[in-house]
């Protein structure tokens, strides 16, 4: 399929007597002509390295190359290595961007020229969306058994580890780290790029630290499983820096609402088929973020954070909610607040009177009226239990998109 392409790109150029080159969707040469005394640094940059240099890549990006739906000429760029015009076309298919066709313009186009041009763009679109259908057949295999290693059942997710493993994934891997990003976007009224391309693209740009044996991912909504494998147990810093790469990446995503992603880390498991677990607690992690209002969070450095989450997790449904619970949450926004300092600074009014900047005698009178408004005695090591507890549920769950007491106890 790919000497058709080349075939395809050589006699474009040779029609037009100058340089033709074909890249994929994240700047990879695919295939290129003969030069035609038309070669510039850039060029150069390209055919030797088989992509462009680093700060052309960084500029094709803020032109949005990928979000163009015409023929664009961009002009001579001497800082970049650019000595020519070039004229840069997106070849997609229905959906999603498969390359860029690059010719150098040393002369304009005639109308017969262009006509070509966008005629062989049209062949090189049908060529790669033909290869493209062929990746995206074994691509739609290995997610369906990725969703399988998350499967209810034992049984069903050593079938789909062995299915994995069978499809050439992950056979060199001894550890598994399963990671869970949760994106703001909704893909169903999304009409940019489809989900798999922006976290794919996102995910290549972002791993590249030879540990990693092998990675994987299911473009689920609204969070997505990522799924990486090492030869050796990843340290704690090696973990940190692919959670930096991958959240810089998805926020740098050529997309036109920003993504907004958090990441969830789950703790190493040594069978593939016990990756389930590795993300059940990243999904744990995400709510440990959003709680937070950070961008990501880790099941093995935030433990204590995670044992909240854990513990607080389920909602009492409205109707369980006893009577001082019930006064809590329907509470003015002053008295959460006092309360939520309150647990804030370990229940200790000295600590919470220096951070409002009142004397403690304030705090506690101020305290004693928002428990009897509740129905409650701060004295008790019980209430101030239950108080503690339910701030802290009130702040896990509304992260998570619901508050406490808020179910009506129905599945």
Same mark, same amino acid.
């Given at each position: 399929?790919?000497?058709?392409?080349?075939?395809?790109?050589?006699?474009?150029?040779?029609?037009?007597?100058?340089?033709?080159?074909?890249?994929?969707?994240?700047?990879?040469?695919?295939? &290129?002509?003969?030069?035609?005394?038309? *070669?510039?640094?850039?060029?150069?940059?390209?055919?030797? %390295?088989?992509?462009?240099?680093?700060?052309?890549?960084?500029?094709?990006?803020?032109?949005?190359?990928?979000?163009?739906?015409?023929?664009?000429?961009? =002009?001579?760029?001497?800082?970049?290595?650019?000595?020519?015009?070039?004229?840069?076309?997106?070849?997609?298919?229905?959906?999603?961007? $498969?390359?860029? *066709?690059?010719?150098?313009?040393?002369?304009?186009?005639?109308?017969?020229?262009?006509? $070509?041009?966008?005629?062989? !763009?049209?062949?090189?679109?049908?060529?790669?969306?033909?290869?493209?259908?062929?990746?995206?057949?074994?691509?739609? #295999?290995?997610?369906?058994?990725?969703?399988?290693?998350?499967?209810?059942?034992?049984?069903?997710?050593?079938?789909?580890?062995?299915?994995?493993?069978?499809?050439?994934?992950?056979?060199?891997?001894?550890?598994?780290?399963?990671?869970?990003?949760?994106?703001?976007?909704?893909?169903?009224?999304?009409?940019?790029?489809?989900?798999?391309?922006?976290?794919?693209? !996102?995910? *290549?740009?972002?791993?590249?630290?030879?540990?990693?044996?092998?990675?994987?991912?299911?473009?689920? &909504?609204?969070?997505? $499983?990522?799924?990486?494998?090492?030869?050796?147990?990843?340290?704690?810093?090696?973990?940190?820096?692919?959670?930096? !790469?991958?959240?810089?990446?998805?926020? %740098?995503?050529?997309?036109?609402?920003?993504?907004?992603?958090?990441? =969830?880390?789950?703790?190493?498991?040594?069978?593939?088929?016990?990756?389930?677990?590795?993300?059940?607690?990243?999904?744990?992690?995400?709510?440990?973020?959003?709680?937070?209002?950070?961008?990501?969070?880790?099941?093995?450095?935030?433990?204590?954070?995670?044992?909240?989450?854990?513990?607080?997790?389920?909602?009492?449904?409205?109707?369980?909610?006893?009577?001082?619970?019930?006064?809590? %949450?329907?509470?003015?926004?002053?008295?959460?607040?006092?309360?939520?300092?309150?647990?804030?600074?370990?229940?200790?009014?000295?600590?919470?009177?220096?951070?409002?900047?009142?004397?403690?005698?304030?705090?506690?009178?101020?305290?004693?009226?928002?428990? #009897?408004?509740?129905?409650?005695?701060?004295?008790?090591?019980?209430?101030?239990?239950?108080?503690?507890?339910?701030?802290?549920?009130?702040?896990?769950?509304?992260?998570? =998109?619901?508050?406490?007491?808020? =179910?009506?106890?129905?599945?």
């Amino acid at each position: 399929m790919f000497d058709a392409v080349q075939e395809t790109v050589d006699r474009l150029a040779m029609a037009l007597q100058r340089s033709v080159v074909l890249e994929d969707a994240e700047w990879t040469l695919l295939a &290129s002509s003969a030069h035609f005394d038309d *070669l510039d640094p850039a060029r150069l940059h390209t055919l030797t %390295a088989r992509r462009p240099a680093p700060a052309l890549v960084v500029e094709m990006r803020a032109w949005r190359l990928h979000a163009q739906l015409v023929p664009r000429v961009l =002009g001579v760029e001497p800082q970049l290595g650019m000595e020519h015009e070039r004229l840069v076309i997106t070849v997609r298919s229905r959906y999603e961007v $498969l390359g860029f *066709l690059w010719i150098t313009l040393t002369r304009p186009l005639t109308p017969s020229e262009a006509f $070509l041009v966008l005629e062989t !763009a049209d062949t090189l679109r049908a060529l790669l969306v033909s290869v493209s259908q062929s990746i995206a057949a074994v691509n739609a #295999e290995v997610e369906s058994e990725m969703l399988g290693l998350l499967a209810p059942d034992e049984p069903s997710r050593r079938r789909a580890a062995d299915e994995l493993l069978d499809l050439g994934m992950f056979t060199r891997s001894r550890h598994f780290v399963a990671l869970c990003l949760s994106l703001s976007a909704e893909w169903s009224p999304w009409d940019g790029p489809p989900s798999r391309e922006v976290i794919s693209r !996102a995910l *290549l740009r972002a791993i590249t630290t030879p540990m990693i044996d092998a990675y994987s991912f299911v473009p689920t &909504s609204p969070e997505a $499983l990522i799924l990486l494998g090492f030869r050796n147990e990843p340290t704690r810093e090696a973990m940190e820096n692919v959670v930096a !790469a991958i959240i810089r990446e998805t926020d %740098a995503a050529d997309v036109s609402e920003p993504l907004q992603g958090v990441l =969830g880390v789950g703790s190493p498991v040594g069978e593939l088929s016990l990756s389930w677990e590795s993300y059940e607690q990243a999904l744990v992690a995400v709510r440990v973020a959003r709680s937070r209002e950070s961008r990501s969070a880790s099941w093995t450095a935030d433990p204590v954070a995670a044992s909240i989450v854990t513990l607080l997790a389920a909602e009492p449904p409205a109707h369980l909610l006893p009577e001082p619970l019930r006064r809590l %949450a329907d509470a003015p926004p002053d008295v959460l607040a006092l309360f939520e300092a309150y647990v804030a600074h370990g229940a200790r009014a000295a600590d919470l009177a220096d951070r409002l900047g009142v004397h403690r005698a304030t705090v506690y009178y101020r305290l004693a009226r928002a428990a #009897e408004s509740i129905g409650v005695d701060l004295e008790s090591d019980d209430a101030r239990f239950i108080i503690g507890a339910w701030v802290r549920q009130r702040r896990v769950t509304s992260a998570a =998109g619901g508050a406490p007491g808020s =179910g009506d106890g129905r599945a």
